[in-house]
């Protein structure tokens, strides 16, 4: 095997596949990324058993073949060559190792052979559609925060999508909550994804195709899925992963129906105010929101550092309230509100609050009382 390609071509290619690869392995050749080149192109391949990406770069290719070399050092020694040169690759070399050669710098790798790299893509998935990427960012954006990171509940580990019909329209819902709070985002339902009975994609897999959104320069990503995987292609690159097994908790339940009392603030006031008065909570990361006649007051105490409150204009026309939240959680909601006014809904201090974006009704966000 053997074939030049552009620098900032494979640094970009590594970059996503090394990304895949655990730090440490049992396995020594889950460590490698799998790379063959054909008469046309390169296929690099990388996989930790439950993800794998395949993407595909243009070089031009002296000797076809294939191995597997060390992911992360080699993802570092191109990352650390020179801006615009040409990089050969060569394998095998007079000892039996890859070679990676690049102006004056030339480095050779221990491999592993491909036949024993393993392959967990090739399946049919019955469920096909086509998504808009810009759509699929949007709601990977405005839930990806509420998955959950405890392994004992390991099917929140992910964000649940499937397809609902909300009176005469079906749309396409995404879900995420750790148990603390809650995101529920709709879009319009692909066509295709009429059976989408209901998917736990992993947090690592959501983690990985939104960092290929932002590098990717198509308009559209096909999406495919099965009972336990799903797929995305996104023209040169394939991500293909398992998904969770395990059933998703009936989440409607939690959402609260008859909260009567409604709060209406400016994101960016209320945000800032979080933010400020949070420099004092940082241990506890609790504070509190007092209602008032057309105000709030955020509220924040520690015996160790002090305390610290800031008023600001809202909405309001009912009895005075008191409810403490997590200010990180408070935040990471109002950072994924579209518009510029937020009404939060409550019944009273120690049930939960409905968050929503006044300009957008396709999401919806709850967010668990703290005690203050």
């Keep these: 095997m053997k074939f030049t390609i552009e620098r900032a071509t494979l640094l970009k290619t590594l970059s996503h596949v090394q990304s895949i690869v655990e730090k440490r392995n049992t396995i020594p050749v889950l460590s490698n990324v799998r790379i063959e080149a054909t008469e046309a192109d390169i296929n690099f391949k990388a996989t930790d058993m439950d993800t794998e990406i395949t993407?595909?770069?243009?070089?031009?290719?002296?000797?076809?073949?294939?191995?597997?070399?060390?992911?992360?050092?080699?993802y570092d020694i191109v990352r650390k060559l020179s801006d615009g040169s040409d990089v050969e690759i060569t394998f095998p070399d007079d000892k039996g190792q890859l070679t990676i050669a690049s102006g004056r710098s030339k480095f050779s790798l221990s491999t592993i052979g491909v036949e024993d790299f393993p392959v967990i893509s090739g399946d049919k998935l019955p469920i096909n559609f086509v998504m808009p990427k810009d759509e699929l960012k949007d709601v990977i954006d405005r839930t990806q925060f509420a998955v959950s990171t405890e392994e004992t509940r390991y099917y929140l580990n992910g964000v649940y999508m499937h397809a609902k019909k909300e009176g005469e329209a079906k749309v396409l819902r995404v879900v995420a909550t750790d148990g603390h709070r809650l995101a529920c985002v709709e879009s319009p339902l692909p066509q295709g994804a009429e059976n989408l009975a209901g998917v736990i994609i992993p947090r690592k897999t959501v983690t990985e195709i939104r960092k290929l959104l932002d590098d990717s320069s198509v308009e559209n990503v096909t999406v495919s899925m099965s009972d336990n995987k799903v797929r995305f292609t996104l023209e040169d690159?394939?991500?293909?992963?398992?998904?969770?097994?395990?059933?998703?908790?009936?989440?409607?339940?939690?959402?609260?129906?008859?909260?009567?009392?409604?709060?209406?603030?400016?994101?960016?006031?209320?945000?800032?105010?979080?933010?400020?008065?949070?420099?004092?909570?940082?241990?506890?990361?609790?504070?509190?929101?007092?209602?008032?006649?057309?105000?709030?007051?955020?509220?924040?105490?520690?015996?160790?550092?002090?305390?610290?409150?800031?008023?600001?204009?809202?909405?309001?026309?009912?009895?005075?309230?008191?409810?403490?939240?997590?200010?990180r959680y408070l935040l990471d909601i109002l950072n994924e509100v579209k518009g510029d006014t937020v009404r939060i809904s409550f019944t009273d201090g120690t049930s939960p609050s409905v968050i929503h974006d006044t300009s957008d009704s396709s999401a919806i966000y709850v967010l668990m009382p703290m005690r203050v």
């Design 55 to 74: 993407e595909i770069a243009d070089a031009k290719v002296s000797q076809t073949g294939a191995t597997t070399a060390p992911a992360h050092m080699l």
């Design 237 to 327: 690159v394939t991500l293909t992963s398992k998904l969770i097994d395990g059933t998703y908790p009936d989440y409607e339940r939690v959402i609260p129906t008859d909260n009567d009392k409604n709060l209406e603030l400016k994101v960016k006031e209320l945000a800032s105010a979080v933010d400020r008065v949070s420099v004092v909570a940082e241990r506890t990361r609790a504070i509190k929101v007092v209602t008032g006649p057309n105000k709030a007051t955020i509220i924040t105490s520690s015996p160790d550092l002090g305390s610290a409150s800031e008023e600001i204009e809202a909405k309001y026309d009912n009895d005075v309230l008191e409810i403490g939240y997590n200010f």
